[in-house]
């Protein structure tokens, strides 16, 4: 007899718990449907969404300009110190080939050096060709040869070592590690850098300066609605809390609106850019700014952002609240 | 249940708005506030809202004195406070059963729990068939009603109404005077700040005077 019933007991309390998540659930959806307390947006909540958008998206631009040029920067810096050149002048009595081969041998038997490769008679012709015209016959010429030798960028060679066994072994051979060029282009890249995070940091203080006052406006025509939800009973965190919410979503909607403007455009400069490869302009600007891809960080900077932004609204709103109520129980 | 002893209030550096005020609100109770404009009525009502401060003077509300109330406590304490304001301050984008329902709301109540009885008010008020209506499209009198309702919902121990027929013409008036007559027979002290004596004489009740900052009290 109670092994019949139990199941059907099973059955019961299995219904039971089904219709009362049912009503839970409905409860919830109706929770839902209540309008909610803080009103939708007036003209000054949707200023606020417009002015942040637009904040972020030059702010979003600014941060992946001082991307593209750190990163071009540092490209710069590397494909130089990638490689130095022995430069051998012709003189009198001297036999080229024989200098050219003794000092590709001095350069690669120094650690760091990946390679050395002779400049043939044929591409330095190519490279002088500019300047002299087809058909230059090197004979006639004192023309200087060359010899490139590749460099390890982390482990670099010692190069005042090689320039005095070049001396002793090759005279007339002049090693140029492009010391100069690099350090002038690191100065270089280290001010664009800086001038770049410091426009960044205006540009990232006028946002947030601009976010609070915006929000601050949108916030003043709320003024008696916290009255009211004030005298109706509600505590100041459950206030603030539904402003929270409400500022904090609108903020996010207006920076996540600029921050993916700021991604399209940079997106369809990255294709213009990958579009243009082979043409004079596309190369000049590639040389400029490598690809005009602002990368990984420069998306997750974007991101971060938007959600920076979004808990500014919430903090200046919360903060706002609170400030009201204080003002109105004294 | 409310009792003022010698209280009295300025704003700022300015002149007593209220001098030597004292007075006992006893539970059940029905009294009119009057007095001319200006004379501080609304400061008064104020005060035993307890969103003003006295400058001297004690406040016993509820058995506690209120400068010991802390601002964290205020909000529980006003919930056994109803009260209706000069201008109804009604929430212009909730409905009129979203706008009564909201002091339940606003504890965090599930919306089943009070749906019933938030109806039955408002039907006890004749809103019955205005409920889903947004307050821009309501008339003056049915506004004052929402607010009325609004401030009973939690069944208050005491309602302080600032000119309930302020806005309303005199059928009107009666009827919402009835109404709050009602709802002290039903046990909840009522404080009416008025100076139209027209309404004032329809009811044998206390009245509370305002002149010149003092307050006398009629039994």
């Not at chain 1, 998306?299 to 009201?324: D, R």
Request: with cysteine.
């Amino acid at each position: 007899m109670t092994n019949i019933s139990q199941p059907r007991q099973q059955a019961i309390h299995l219904k039971e718990r089904i219709q009362a998540g049912v009503k839970r659930q409905a409860a919830r959806r109706l929770a839902q449907r209540q309008t909610p307390i803080v009103p939708p947006d007036n003209v000054a909540g949707r200023a606020m969404v417009l002015v942040i958008a637009i904040m972020t998206f030059l702010s979003c631009l600014t941060l992946g300009a001082v991307t593209l040029v750190r990163d071009t920067a540092a490209t710069w810096q590397t494909q130089i110190a990638r490689e130095a050149t022995i430069q051998i002048k012709p003189a009198e009595g001297l036999d080229m080939q024989k200098a050219l081969t003794d000092a590709r041998a001095v350069a690669a038997g120094y650690s760091g050096v990946d390679s050395a490769e002779i400049v043939d008679a044929r591409a330095t012709a190519r490279l002088l060709e500019p300047w002299l015209g087809p058909g230059l016959d090197m004979d006639e010429l004192p023309v200087p040869r060359l010899i490139i030798v590749g460099i390890d960028p982390v482990d670099r060679p010692d190069f005042a070592a090689m320039r005095a066994e070049l001396a002793e072994k090759v005279p007339g051979a002049v090693l140029d590690d492009h010391r100069t060029w690099v350090d002038r282009l690191v100065a270089m890249a280290r001010s664009t850098v800086s001038i770049g995070m410091s426009v960044l940091v205006l540009m990232l203080s006028a946002t947030a300066l601009t976010v609070i006052f915006a929000t601050r406006g949108a916030m003043a025509g709320n003024g008696h609605v916290i009255e009211v939800l004030h005298f109706v009973g509600a505590e100041a965190p459950f206030i603030a809390r539904q402003f929270r919410r409400h500022f904090m979503l609108a903020g996010c909607r207006g920076a996540a609106a600029g921050g993916m403007a700021a991604i399209i455009v940079f997106i369809l400069f990255s294709w213009w850019s990958s579009h243009n490869i082979a043409t004079p302009q596309g190369d000049q600007a590639a040389a400029l700014f490598g690809n005009f891809s602002i990368g990984i960080s420069g998306y997750v900077g974007v991101g971060l952002a938007v959600l920076l932004i979004g808990m500014l609204t919430a903090t200046t709103s919360h903060v706002t609240v609170i400030t009201f109520l204080r003002r109105i129980e004294t | 249940m409310i009792r003022f002893e010698n209280v009295g209030l300025r704003y700022g550096m300015g002149p007593e708005v209220l001098r030597d005020v004292s007075f006992h609100l006893p539970e059940r109770s029905f009294q009119f506030l009057s007095g001319p404009s200006g004379t501080g009525k609304t400061t008064l009502l104020r005060l035993l809202f307890m969103s003003l401060k006295p400058t001297r003077g004690l406040i016993n509300i509820f058995g506690k004195d209120r400068s010991r109330i802390t601002r964290e406590d205020l909000p529980l304490m006003r919930r056994r406070i109803g009260i209706v304001f000069q201008d109804f301050r009604l929430l212009d984008h909730l409905t009129t059963y979203e706008n009564v329902a909201l002091p339940l709301r606003v504890r965090g109540r599930e919306e089943t729990s009070y749906r019933g009885d938030v109806i039955e008010l408002l039907k006890w008020v004749g809103l019955g068939d205005r409920m889903h209506v947004l307050p821009p499209v309501l008339s003056g009198g049915e506004k004052q009603r929402a607010a009325i309702a609004r401030a009973l919902v939690e069944q208050p121990s005491i309602l302080l109404a600032d000119e309930p027929t302020g806005n309303v013409d005199p059928q009107l008036a009666r009827r919402l005077l009835r109404l709050l007559i009602e709802l002290n027979r039903m046990g909840t002290a009522v404080v009416i700040a008025t100076h139209d004596i027209g309404l004032m004489d329809q009811v044998d009740a206390r009245r509370m005077v305002l002149s010149g900052g003092r307050l006398h009290i009629y039994d």
